[in-house]
């Protein structure tokens, strides 16, 4: 079955580089995706890759995908503080639903 | 395009009470799906609509029901209110199978005591 994990807190000055990792379990044929929370507001998808990619880049984000360890990262760069923000890992199964499962979230705080 | 609608933003029911949870789409999108997330936890999903006529349960569909009478609109229901349903509720849709993106909702926060 699929089970995403994910740290729950990470505190970074503003201009550093953030990076948020996540671990998932299942070794199907997978796309993973990264979506932003907001307060107050509903989730909304930053990127996403499939499992036969390494990396993706767009523009401040970049995604790396360890398939070997099953492990997915997302590097901001330059972090501002209106990227303080939860941050949830994502999987689906390609050839399923495609509806993802969620990690629990990361906390992204970003301070001056 | 208002994108996902949902109404309303806070309500706090009493145990036993019953309420309809509205979200509605404008994207033309076929699948709808709504959630609850807990303080801390991810999102699991409740109840998920492939299109018109078709529901069908998530991890977390005890206590709930659905219907997809339109593409538009895909309305939770909650028929007695327990504790353990205070969550916020987030609708979202897609276009279809293989479309990546989900559109949420912005939230509904419910309190039941």
């Known amino acids: 079955g699929e089970d995403v994990e994910q740290s729950l807190f990470l505190s970074v000055r503003e201009g550093d580089s953030s990076v948020i990792n996540c671990t998932y379990t299942?070794?199907?044929?997978?796309?993973l995706y990264w979506y932003k929370q907001e307060p107050g507001a509903g989730l909304q998808l930053l990127t996403y890759?499939?499992?036969?990619?390494d990396m993706k880049q767009d523009q401040r984000l970049t995604v790396l995908l360890n398939k070997k360890d099953k492990h997915l990262s997302l590097r901001i760069a330059d972090t501002q503080t209106g990227d303080s923000a939860i941050y949830f890992c994502?999987?689906?199964?390609?050839?399923?639903?495609?509806?993802?499962?969620f990690g629990r979230g990361t906390s992204l705080i970003v301070h001056p | 395009n208002a994108g996902v609608t949902q109404t309303p933003k806070f309500r706090i029911l009493k145990i036993g009470q019953s309420m309809t949870l509205q979200c509605a789409q404008d994207?033309?999108?076929?699948?709808m799906y709504w959630y609850r997330q807990d303080p801390g936890m991810g999102l699991k999903l409740i109840y998920y609509?492939?299109?018109?006529?078709?529901?069908d349960k998530g991890e977390v569909p005890n206590g709930y029901n659905v219907s997809r009478s339109t593409t538009e609109d895909f309305p939770l229901r909650l028929e007695l209110a327990a504790p353990s349903q205070t969550s916020v509720y987030f609708c979202?849709?897609?276009?279809?199978?293989?479309?990546?993106?989900?559109?949420f909702g912005p939230g509904t926060r419910l309190t039941v005591t």
């Open positions: 979202a849709s897609s276009l279809g199978q293989g479309a990546h993106e989900q559109y």
């Open positions: 299942d070794s199907s044929s997978t796309y």
């Open positions: 890759i499939f499992s036969n990619m």
């Open positions: 994502a999987e689906s199964i390609k050839g399923g639903s495609y509806i993802p499962t």
């Open positions: 994207m033309n999108h076929n699948y």
């Open positions: 609509s492939v299109g018109a006529g078709i529901t």
